[in-house]
């Protein structure tokens, strides 16, 4: 994710290859990028920090602390630190860090292509030129959304950041059942793309509830209420919602894991979704 905001911020001529400066401790991965982009690559995370206006924080969550010790309370308040670890909240980095002028955010996949959307939360210390900052840098990656809760990140988790894996998953699924029925399977991965497209496409351009969308295309007696009605037997709003529930709670369990291995308050109790 941290390449693709660095593809998104040059694709755009939003900042210039030297004033990125990005911190990777594989040798060959480093140049790899320095050769790729032109940006300036180091080993250390403090060195990467020093200067920077905008610190991005794109780490495994696992990763957080160690990274997180090395620049706690070295930090000015001019700098502004934008995460994009998944489950880390706003008291954990600030703590962490010893930092309060944090945005916590979320992108998904698709923003590897500059199609992404990011929801993201700062907190009360952050100015409106590191809001600007945040989103100049966010909107990189495609559409931002800035909330005023930090709760609907967490909640963005479980349906944009992983959307994309439930939308791959049908994804794989309808392909199969194409070739099933007979289809190559080239042919059949075309034309489950399209349809998802054009599908999208047509909602957004529409602006259309979805239900209308869908009964648009289900005639009383036809094809597509015969598949719906299949669907529905499978539960499949359901195990779709269920879905989201789970990832939900997992987020909030990744912010309670971290805080209590910093020794913090516990956070939220993760809800059942019942």
């Not at 292509?113 to 009360?124: F, L």
């Not at 956070?267 to 019942?274: A, I, M, Y």
Request: glycine share 8%; hydrophobic share 45%; charged share 20%.
């Amino acid at each position: 994710m941290a390449e693709s905001i660095i593809a998104g911020l040059l694709r755009g001529s939003l900042v210039a290859p030297g004033r990125i400066v990005g911190s990777e401790p594989r040798a060959e991965r480093r140049e790899e990028l320095i050769a790729k982009y032109g940006v300036r690559m180091v080993a250390s995370n403090l060195e990467a920090a020093r200067d920077a206006d905008v610190i991005l924080l794109s780490v495994k969550p696992q990763t957080l602390t160690k990274v997180g010790h090395e620049l706690g309370g070295i930090l000015r308040h001019d700098q502004l630190v934008v995460s994009i670890v998944a489950g880390a909240n706003c008291n954990v980095l600030t703590n962490l860090l010893d930092h309060r002028e944090v945005v916590r955010s979320m992108p998904n996949t698709p923003a590897q292509i500059g199609r992404g959307v990011t929801v993201w939360y700062a907190t009360p210390e952050v100015s409106e030129l590191q809001c600007d900052q945040a989103r100049v840098l966010l909107q990189a990656l495609g559409t931002d959304l800035q909330v005023e809760d930090e709760r609907f990140v967490e909640m963005a988790t479980a349906v944009s950041g992983t959307g994309p894996a439930y939308v791959f998953l049908v994804m794989e699924a309808l392909i199969d059942a194409a070739v099933h029925l007979g289809f190559p399977r080239h042919v059949a991965h075309d034309l489950v793309i399209a349809t998802l497209e054009g599908s999208t496409a047509f909602a957004k351009a529409t602006a259309q509830h979805p239900a209308v969308l869908r009964n648009m295309v289900t005639s009383p007696g036809g094809t597509s209420a015969a598949a719906i009605h299949e669907l529905e037997s499978g539960r499949l709003r359901t195990v779709l919602s269920e879905a989201v529930w789970a990832s939900y709670r997992r987020t909030l369990e990744l912010g309670a894991d971290l805080e209590k291995g910093l020794g913090l308050n516990e956070g939220q109790t993760p809800p059942s979704g019942k």
